[in-house]
């Protein structure tokens, strides 16, 4: 069974950048590890649905962003470390969400969150104006 822990959530004023981490341990049911998988984050906000923040492929070679995003988030991956980040900067208060990690088994990432297999705890961000 796969874990995945985020952390770095936090609150901050607007224009400012946080980190969000999410470290994984275990192993899917197929026997593979973190490295092997392609992984996401989404987020939630208060009253609305859960929606895809950034996604990497398994090697990192390739990644996606959402368009109210995109320019400002960077997602990253180090397998060595068996950890994917967020770097968030120019945040917004529309960003204020919980935001979670998720991870998938095959290498291809995908958009939609019914694709992805583990998922994290959530960390709360908050956007002060």
């Known amino acids: 069974q796969v874990q995945l822990v985020e952390s770095g959530g936090g609150l901050v004023q607007a224009g400012g950048s946080l980190r969000l981490s999410c470290a994984a341990s275990?192993?899917?049911?197929?026997?593979?590890?973190?490295?092997?998988?392609?992984m996401g984050w989404f987020r939630q906000a208060p009253g609305k649905e859960r929606e895809v923040v950034a996604a990497?492929?398994?090697?990192?070679?390739?990644?996606y962003y959402a368009d109210s995003v995109k320019g400002r988030f960077t997602i990253s991956r180090d397998n060595a470390k068996n950890t994917v980040y967020l770097q968030m900067g120019s945040l917004k208060p529309e960003d204020t969400a919980v935001y979670y990690c998720?991870?998938?088994?095959?290498?291809?990432?995908?958009?939609?969150?019914?694709?992805?297999?583990?998922w994290g705890q959530g960390t709360q961000v908050t956007v002060s104006s």
């Open positions: 998720a991870a998938r088994s095959g290498t291809v990432y995908f958009t939609n969150q019914g694709s992805y297999d583990y």
């Open positions: 275990g192993r899917t049911s197929s026997g593979r590890t973190f490295s092997s998988g392609a």
């Open positions: 990497i492929n398994w090697s990192g070679s390739n990644t």
